[in-house]
């Protein structure tokens, strides 16, 4: 094999590798499989300090662009761990043009990102009533209902976002992706579950739902490797 490529062209021997990695994992798109070595208690263990689940390094590899280009935001404005989140992002190319509401033209450079939230401990059948029914939703407004260190405001906003949103709802069971898995729609979101701890994937990588999931796909699997 050293010989080859001392005689291969090195854009020639970078496509015929980069050919044979596509190959060898294109059977895997869509799977998430739980390695012996993960650990749920240990992935609840770390959910207080979320930014250091997996090292801005590990994303870089993953995603296949140099680490210098991704920054880490990280939410902690509670201290339930469950509703921490993080995520990483980078420029991508393109730009993205809207137009506010006061009719100004806007065009912003196009982001990717992908990130992990509401890791949780929970039984099989309690995941199932949260994510793959609309009973979670229902259960997110009544708790913005009823909680009052929320702005008024703020709460009827978000349930009134909530609530349309669960008009177009779509939840799709996922087979091979940890123990149980819900692809979430309008929201592009995936939850997972595995060894008794649940967690939630997003992603942004564009406006194709399928990319989106087998991207999320792809980062639970990665979160499964990392414990």
């Keep these: 094999m050293k010989r080859i490529f001392n ?12 050919g044979s990695m596509a190959i060898s994992c ?112 229902k259960a997110a407004i009544d708790a913005l209902v009823n909680d009052e260190s929320v702005d008024a405001d703020v709460a009827i906003a978000q349930a009134n976002y909530l609530a349309e949103t669960a008009k177009s709802l779509s939840l799709q069971p996922l087979e091979g992706v940890g123990d149980a898995a819900v692809w979430e729609m309008p929201t592009q979101v995936l939850h997972v579950y595995a060894d008794g701890v649940a967690f939630t994937v997003t992603t942004n990588f564009g406006d194709d739902p399928e990319v989106n999931k087998k991207k999320a796909i792809a980062f639970a699997q990665l979160v499964f490797d990392n414990q």
Excluded at 7 to 18: I, K, N, Y
Excluded at 71 to 90: C, G, I, Q, S, T
């Design 26 to 137: 294109a059977g895997n798109a869509n799977k998430a499989e739980v390695p012996s070595s993960f650990d749920g208690a240990a992935l609840l263990a770390a959910a207080g300090h979320p930014d250091q689940l997996i090292a801005v390094g590990d994303i870089a590899e993953w995603a296949g662009i140099p680490a210098e280009r991704i920054a880490r935001h990280v939410e902690d404005y509670d201290k339930d761990p469950a509703l921490k989140k993080m995520a990483f992002h980078w420029e991508a190319p393109g730009t993205i043009s809207f137009t506010t509401l006061s009719g100004e033209a806007v065009s912003v450079l196009r982001h990717h990102s992908v990130g992990l939230a509401n890791i949780e401990a929970m039984d099989m059948e309690t995941f199932n009533q949260r994510y793959g029914t609309s009973v979670g939703i």
């Design 7 to 18: 005689r291969t062209p090195q854009w020639l021997a970078a496509l015929l590798l980069g």
